[in-house]
């Protein structure tokens, strides 16, 4: 069967209440059941949930996705990962790697509410999936590996949710692990997330036997049989209630001090109903001043049912949610008798189809046939169709209402970001801020005459996933891609050859260095031609020198005992594209060269600012001082004072003490307190200088200034030393010089690949 590498969400759509199946799959072969189409009726803004679920590489959300859609009946057989079966992971490059590369989303309905989950992948490198579902969501679902308990990516994302102020729910999977240590796990949470961390659940034994927990909400134990499923639900044992009761009381607490009633009756009564409780913990949620912490075991579908109905019966609503702002900082209520506004955060090419558009209605109701304009193109769209997403299948719908998510097709011009507005509507979004690249490579196809094609290609792959950056460096004469880390670009590289049929080589990006002096030097510099006719003549007399930002004029230098007085005639500043400033000073006296002849020395000494003499890379922080020349009546002309300018000043940044400098990038990396020293130690072999540590519960960060040149594979190196548990962000410090070593290495790289040329 055809298929397209990561284009476009997975989504299915499914009943719990009726049992009803609303959606299928895309991939039919691992999912052999039958699956019917019902239509969808429309869900009203106080009905509508949106969720994110979020968890390290490992801890399982794939496996509890395919429990949900179990519990759901949606599917008739639990898949594993192992067995590369489940419905969520179906791409062969998921498969290969046995994690999730691509988000999936649910639509459930329960109780007619309907929910839509956003199930993220875990890996770093694919953070863009995260980081969008959160901005479309009102609440994250974290889930906790009970074999190593909070870890880096947990904190990651724990992050991305206190940036954007959403609502958190833990997780705590894999319970049957012999590794898990479930009172050690609420300790970390404790000592991270404070007093806030509040118990739903609790496990009455962890390891292969795990089968018990016990819920202080309900006050009830739940408990399974092997094949797991639905839970036997009784009273909790007598040995268990001193334990429950204090739990219980804990969670009455933190639920009643989000309300002045509810504080008020447990003062009173010392207790709350189950739906006072929900309340309070709904409230809690919004204002992030509770983090309810369930327990489950996916692999073995138990606890899953039960979260399930917290999801439906406690997360708050959209209409519950604070208000989106707009570009100009202006609240925007999802108010379905508001005036249209649809945000447009993913686009997904699928075969057949061609361009799938997913946007969340901001504001108002969209209805088929409404017009829009695009708030950042200012071009005029029609909606034709407007469906519910259900996978490889669309369900489609009479109209979508202010927080539902939703999908449309052949739309003409509308990217990955876009706002499209209706009648009296000016709303613009852009909300969606992705990381720092931490992962280059030069980018080239095999066959020079595929470039063309392979821009097209990498453009559109962009508008799906944002966190990919396309560059076409004229500075280093090659085509850049970047991204999140080196699986990243490889899922990149899998698409471009597979789907677009693109054979492409990955090479190390250049380094964009820079070059400058160190001191002052002198040198002249005569450009004569006689062929006959008119001739040309030009000759200029130059200084250069360092440049720092609030230097005196120049006035007197000394080069080989003769001294020169200078006379500052003008100073041109010009601050240089990629960095740093040429500062231009024309101290000619008596008229040896022309007014009119200044700019063309500029301009020749600018053509060698941009191709340095040292390496060929870009020349900054450089004063250059004009203070004498000739000129010929006749023979003189731009042409020949552009020359004569930028010989002259070639010669003198030879003679000034030049330097080589690179990039300098502040690097932090979030790791795991036992693997610290094999990561410091393979920084320090980095030319790292290590500017700090900071310890976080369960991790460590480490803060250095590194190299670009030395962090070009650091993702891979990272992943490999840490068995993938830690992360990293880096962000450009500044320019520094180059050691010796370095330096004498570079140039004569350099000039062997001039005498090749």
Request: glycine fraction near 8%; charge should be negative.
């Amino acid at each position: 069967m055809p298929f397209s590498f990561g284009v476009s969400p997975k989504i299915y759509n499914f009943s719990i209440d009726k049992g009803k199946c609303i959606a299928t799959h895309a991939m039919t072969k691992n999912i052999t059941n039958n699956l019917n189409l019902f239509d969808m009726r429309v869900y009203q803004t106080n009905e509508i949930k949106n969720i994110a679920l979020l968890g390290s590489a490992g801890s399982g959300k794939t496996t509890l996705a395919e429990s949900m859609l179990f519990e759901a009946g949606i599917i008739k057989r639990r898949g594993t990962v192992e067995a590369k079966n489940t419905v969520s992971d179906y791409f062969p490059v998921e498969q290969e790697y046995g994690y999730s590369v691509f988000p999936t989303v649910f639509h459930v309905e329960w109780n007619n509410k309907k929910l839509n989950i956003i199930d993220c992948p875990g890996s770093d490198d694919f953070v863009g999936g995260a980081i969008t579902a959160l901005n479309v969501t009102d609440q994250a679902v974290i889930l906790i590996n009970g074999q190593y308990g909070p870890e880096v990516g947990t904190q990651n994302n724990f992050r991305y949710t206190e940036k954007l102020k959403k609502p958190v729910i833990f997780l705590v999977n894999q319970l049957d692990s012999d590794k898990c240590d479930f009172d050690n796990i609420i300790n970390s949470m404790h000592e991270i997330y404070g007093s806030k961390c509040v118990q739903i659940q609790y496990p009455l034994s962890t390891g292969p036997g795990f089968n018990a927990l016990i819920d202080v909400l309900l006050m009830k134990k739940y408990s399974w049989k092997p094949e797991g499923g639905a839970p036997i639900i009784e009273d909790i044992p007598a040995e268990e209630m001193d334990k429950a009761l204090e739990l219980h009381k804990a969670l009455v607490e933190a639920a009643a001090e989000n309300d002045e009633s509810l504080m008020e009756k447990f003062f009173e009564e010392e207790t709350l109903t189950e739906d006072e409780l929900r309340e309070g913990i709904r409230k809690g949620l919004v204002t992030r001043s509770i983090f309810p912490v369930f327990c489950v075991c996916a692999g073995k579908d138990m606890g899953v049912r039960r979260l399930m109905e917290f999801l439906g019966n406690v997360v708050p609503f959209v209409s519950e949610m604070p208000k989106m702002h707009n570009t100009r900082g202006e609240e925007v209520e999802a108010n379905a008798a508001g005036p249209e506004s649809l945000y447009f955060f993913k686009t997904g090419m699928e075969p057949h189809i061609g361009e799938v558009s997913y946007f969340k209605v901001m504001s108002g109701k969209v209805h088929e046939g409404d017009d829009f304009t695009n708030a950042d193109r200012g071009s005029k769209e029609r909606i034709a169709q407007i469906y519910a997403c259900a996978g490889a299948n669309r369900i489609k719908v009479e109209e979508m209402v202010a927080g539902d998510i939703g999908c449309t097709v052949k739309l003409k011009d509308v990217h990955t970001g876009n706002t499209l507005n209706g009648k009296g509507s000016e709303n613009r979004f852009n909300f969606i801020k992705y990381p720092n690249s931490k992962y280059s490579r030069a980018i080239k196809p095999l066959n020079e005459s595929d470039t063309e094609k392979m821009m097209v290609a990498l453009n559109r792959m962009r508008e799906e996933d944002p966190t990919w950056v396309i560059d076409q460096s004229k500075e280093l004469r090659q085509t850049i891609v970047h991204g999140q880390g080196e699986f990243h670009l490889r899922t990149l590289k899998w698409r471009l050859e597979n789907n677009e049929k693109l054979q492409i080589k990955f090479e190390e990006p250049r380094i964009p260095y820079r070059e400058t002096i160190t001191k002052a030097a002198r040198a002249d510099y005569r450009h004569k031609k006689q062929s006959g006719g008119a001739g040309q003549f030009g000759e200029v007399h130059l200084i250069v020198e360092p440049y720092y930002e609030g230097m005196p004029l120049p006035e007197t230098y000394k080069f080989n005992g003769q001294e020169f007085k200078m006379n500052v005639k003008g100073t041109e500043e010009v601050p240089l594209e990629w960095g740093g400033k040429l500062v231009f000073v024309n101290s000619i006296v008596g008229g040896s060269i022309d007014a009119r002849f200044m700019p063309a020395i500029l301009k020749g000494i600018m053509s060698r600012m941009e191709q340095g003499p040292l390496t060929g890379s870009y020349a900054r922080d450089v004063r250059v001082i004009v203070y004498d020349g000739k000129m010929h009546p006749v023979d003189s002309n731009e042409i020949s004072f552009m020359l004569a300018g930028r010989n002259a000043f070639s010669e003198a940044f030879k003679n000034a003490g030049p330097k080589i400098l690179e990039p300098i990038y502040d690097v932090e990396v979030f790791v795991p307190s036992d693997k610290m020293g094999d990561v410091m130690g393979d920084l320090q072999g980095r030319r790292a200088m290590i500017m700090g540590m900071s310890s976080e519960a369960s991790y460590e960060k480490l803060s250095a200034k590194v190299p670009l040149k030395e962090m070009s594979s650091y993702s891979t190196a990272l992943s490999s030393l840490t068995g993938g548990r830690a992360s990293f962000i880096m962000k450009f410090a500044s320019y520094e010089l180059v050691p010796s070593d370095v330096q004498d290495k570079l140039i004569k790289e350099f000039e062997a690949k001039q005498a090749e040329e």
